[in-house]
């Protein structure tokens, strides 16, 4: 399959994030992978993207490239105007710190900490006092008003990863990268968080960048980027269910 020419950003549109010929090579020599194959791609601000493929294809990859959280072999990464490809690890980390926001399937929350530790554990460690109308916008839409004085062992699977996403949020990152955030969850659950992060995009002009294999996860997001062999073969824009799995499946044969 011809990968698509891609042109996601309208004139005028802000780019929250971005790669350029990304390229991503594992080993050398005859055990060489390459994860990522010169892949150019904009994540416009205010947008939501999920990104899909095969195990192997390359998606992780892709987004840990973008979060600076993996070296590209070869291409460059932006966040808003600043390239991150080079800088140093000082320069990345206060990068990652200051304008990303990160949800993971396993949570990641420090077990020693309250939620609303936790939740404010970004802005604690940039020494930044926190936006208090959004920190309770954010903590009432995710409805854990009652649940901020407890641990994550006293927590439900589904609060757990609402106190991710409040803490990914709460900096106002210029991009949240999640990677499978509703992995762990049960269906219903996983329905409540997906259509937040949606509203987050509507109401807060959140950018949101989520690796998921799941076509009704992928269905929340604005269009769905299909990775095989670490290109982008297709793009779906305004995603559907069906639209995704017609798609996989064209992908897969």
């Not at 060489?32 to 194959?37: H, S």
């Not at 990345?92 to 399937?105: A, E, N």
């Not at 982008?232 to 639209?243: A, F, G, K, L, Q």
Request: with cysteine.
């Amino acid at each position: 399959m011809t990968a698509p020419t891609l042109n996601p950003v309208a004139t005028g549109s802000s780019v929250a994030a971005g790669a350029v010929r990304l390229t991503r090579i594992y080993g050398a020599g005859d055990t060489a992978v390459r994860a990522l194959d010169a892949v150019s791609i904009d994540f416009a601000a205010g947008s939501f993207t999920a990104i899909m493929g095969p195990s192997g294809s390359g998606k992780s990859t892709l987004m840990h490239c973008l979060a600076g959280l993996d070296t590209p072999t070869d291409g460059r990464v932006f966040i808003g105007g600043t390239e991150i490809t080079g800088l140093s690890d000082r320069k990345l980390t206060r990068i990652r710190r200051d304008r990303i926001g990160f949800v993971f399937q396993s949570f990641n929350l420090l077990p020693t900490l309250t939620a609303r530790q936790n939740i404010l554990l970004p802005l604690d460690l940039a020494g930044r006092r926190p936006d208090t109308k959004r920190l309770a916008t954010l903590v009432e839409s995710l409805g854990l008003a009652d649940r901020l004085d407890h641990r994550p062992s006293e927590l439900s699977g589904g609060q757990q990863q609402r106190v991710a996403i409040a803490r990914a949020l709460v900096t106002a990152p210029e991009v949240v990268f999640a990677d499978e955030p509703t992995g762990a969850l049960d269906s219903r659950t996983a329905a409540s968080l997906l259509g937040f992060l949606k509203q987050s995009v509507a109401d807060l002009g959140q950018t949101i960048v989520m690796v998921t294999h799941d076509p009704i996860a992928a269905s929340y997001a604005d269009r769905a980027l299909l990775l095989s062999d670490g290109r982008i073969t297709d793009v779906v824009d305004h995603p559907s269910t069906d639209s995704v799995l017609a798609a996989m499946t064209q992908l897969e044969s």
